[in-house]
């Protein structure tokens, strides 16, 4: 399996089921369910490590109880911690996150853990495979650096000219710009630069399109009553890492990761659950 580098934020998720959908500017009942380990590092992460790749995780959290709690959960899930920051006088991120009967989920972010510096540590990482799942600007020029040494798949947003050196820029169409709908591969090259070679969007229940310079592939989704979309896009992106680094042809890895991400939203989870991974896994063949 493959080494696959992630950088990406580690949440304490506290999670509310709404008794109905969120109403802006009334009153809304709801009932806690707890707090759980989330944010689009781990989302990510540990799905590919049940599914036996080696996964380091770059991230950081505060010096507090939530900040440890959620650490020794990754290392218990098999991820490699190593690169974990702790940063002295911050918070650990923290997301509420509300759902309602339909699975749809509201998320107010409380927060973000933020390093003063880059983290430079992600060169000295061996990796097969990086994935970014940050808003941060300031690291395109270690992402430049990395892409000479392996292929990198990042999130869109951030969508600011040349500040995400990518081969592959994942996106979900409800957060971009019309612009970006408009010519998406093109608007990845502005993101990306010349290593672009695909843009993949998500299309929630419609599927997914891939655009590549000079072809698109598209795929359906599979019709299921959702349970709970969080963490469904980072699910998707996940069975896509693992398609490509088990040498799916990018037709297969959307099927792959299609599969991953709907199979998410019916799981009551921030993350797909490994016995889920294993199955899909198993009975992919890859």
Known sequence: MARILVLGTIAQDDV????????HGGHNQGTGRGIRLGGGGPNTSIPLAAAGHKVTIVAAVGPDEPGERLTRELLAAGIDID???VVSGAATTRSVIMIDDEGERTIVNLGRTAEAEPPRRLLDVPADLT????????IAPLLAEKARHCPIVAHMPPWEAGCRPAQIL???ESDLEPRILADPFGAGRNVSGDLLEWVVITRGGQGVTAYGVDRRISRPARQVKTVDTVGAGDAFAAGLLHGLASGQAMPDALDTALAWGTEATLWESSMLPAEAVQRLVAGSGS
């Open 16 to 23: 509310v089921h709404l008794a109905q959908p969120l109403q």
């Open 83 to 85: 690169q974990i920051a």
């Open 131 to 138: 994935y970014v799942r940050s808003r941060v600007l300031d």
């Open 170 to 172: 994942v996106a979900s």
